[in-house]
């Protein structure tokens, strides 16, 4: 299927009980449980509802992954990605970064061991010369804010697969 034609119709089509050919969004919070403890795949939305199963599920289809996830903020799923790493972790970030993005690797997450640089993901020599030993990650944020960087994707990634790490 094409990208264009996956983006209409992939993930969760329709809705059984109603018939709807695209999903509804569910504005609910709780859903009923025929007991307690026992649910029927959705007991609180945040932590699931058919309304972001469906995005997720477009999301790994258009990615070609094996899931797909979505966050209420974009900090939220920073921070969920920064969570695969552990004390000594080094990750390497574009230098014009989010200043949310800044603050937690620098207020909160380098009190969990996890260290960062931040360099010009513009700039192939300074992200090369950046990795070390213990770097897990090449985090991008193209194009910056506020000065409009545009870091190369396709080379980064070639970077990332060269050393070894996520991107």
Do not use: C, W
């Amino acid at each position: 299927m094409k990208k264009k034609t996956l983006m209409v119709r992939g993930g969760i089509t329709g809705d059984e009980k109603t018939g709807a050919v695209s999903v509804p969004i569910y504005q609910v919070s709780t859903y009923r449980q025929p007991k307690a403890g026992e649910h029927t795949g959705y007991e609180y939305s945040r932590t699931a509802n058919p309304t972001r199963t469906a995005l997720e599920s477009l999301i790994a289809e258009l990615e070609g992954g094996a899931a797909g996830y979505a966050f209420g903020s974009g900090m939220a799923a920073i921070t969920a990605v920064m969570m695969l790493f552990d004390s000594g972790d080094h990750v390497i970030l574009t230098d014009d970064v989010y200043g949310g993005t800044y603050r937690v690797m620098t207020g909160v997450l380098n009190r969990f061991g996890i260290e960062a640089d931040f360099v010009d993901t513009s700039s192939e020599e300074k992200v090369k010369k950046a990795i070390r030993p213990n770097t897990n990650a090449i985090y991008i944020e193209t194009p910056t804010n506020p000065l409009l960087r545009v870091t190369d994707l396709k080379l980064m990634s070639d970077i990332g697969k060269e050393a070894g790490v996520l991107l």
